[in-house]
């Protein structure tokens, strides 16, 4: 039965990770990502439950922090063109392609 | 097979067709927009299940807790990324898909 929920899981970032390769704008990357990101939490815990050594749920907690730190830098690169807040050295915001 | 083992393989046997479910949604929508709601399905109640079908097989135990961790995590980390997603998407200019754009000027 975990196997199960593991291969669900592993066709759900399959799927996630055709849409971030072909996905048309720069936001629909980052959505799938962002799924891709949450479906490993998903996976990492329910393979700690397969392979009965539930230390791996520490991995799994960290991996949740990571992927939304990573999605929201990800999203001010996007939109600010850099890291910084101040106004005086702020850059052109990079030329997304909308479609 | 008892009751609580039950209910757990049915949690995570629905979570796992959710999450199919949302990576075959964000194929099939026209837009990002759309898209947005397919990733949110998948986000949140697909989580919250296999968390609670986990949970359910743990019992009381430390690794229930690191498990409420995960979930307490996800509950409030993905919609806030969701909503910034939406809100840069908006900020930068991508127009949601009308439809009149995908069905033609039907006038």
């Known amino acids: 039965m975990f196997i199960a929920v593991s291969v669900a899981i592993l066709v759900t970032m399959g799927l996630a990770l055709a849409r971030a390769l072909m996905g048309p704008t720069v936001y629909d990357r980052i959505a799938a990502i962002n799924m891709f990101g949450t479906k490993t939490v998903l996976l990492i815990a329910v393979l700690a439950f397969l392979s009965g050594r539930t230390d791996l749920l520490d991995i799994a907690l960290v991996y949740a922090l990571i992927n939304f730190i990573s999605v929201v830098a990800v999203l001010r690169l996007v939109e600010h063109g850099n890291f910084h807040s101040s106004e005086k050295d702020k850059a052109e915001p990079l030329k997304v392609d909308h479609q | ?107």
């Open chain 2, 1 to 107: 097979m008892s009751v609580i083992e039950f209910l757990s393989w049915v949690c995570l046997l629905s979570g796992g067709l959710l999450g199919v479910v949302g990576g075959i949604g964000i194929h099939r929508f026209p837009d990002f927009y759309t898209r947005q709601h397919a990733v949110g399905i998948t986000d949140t109640l697909c989580a919250i299940l296999i968390l609670l079908g986990l949970g359910l097989q743990a019992g009381m135990s430390f690794a229930a807790f690191k498990l409420v961790m995960i979930f307490m995590f996800l509950f409030l980390t993905s919609p806030t990324a969701s909503h910034a997603l939406a809100n840069a998407a908006m900020h930068g200019g991508l127009k949601p898909k009308l439809d009149k754009d995908t069905c033609g000027d039907k006038s």
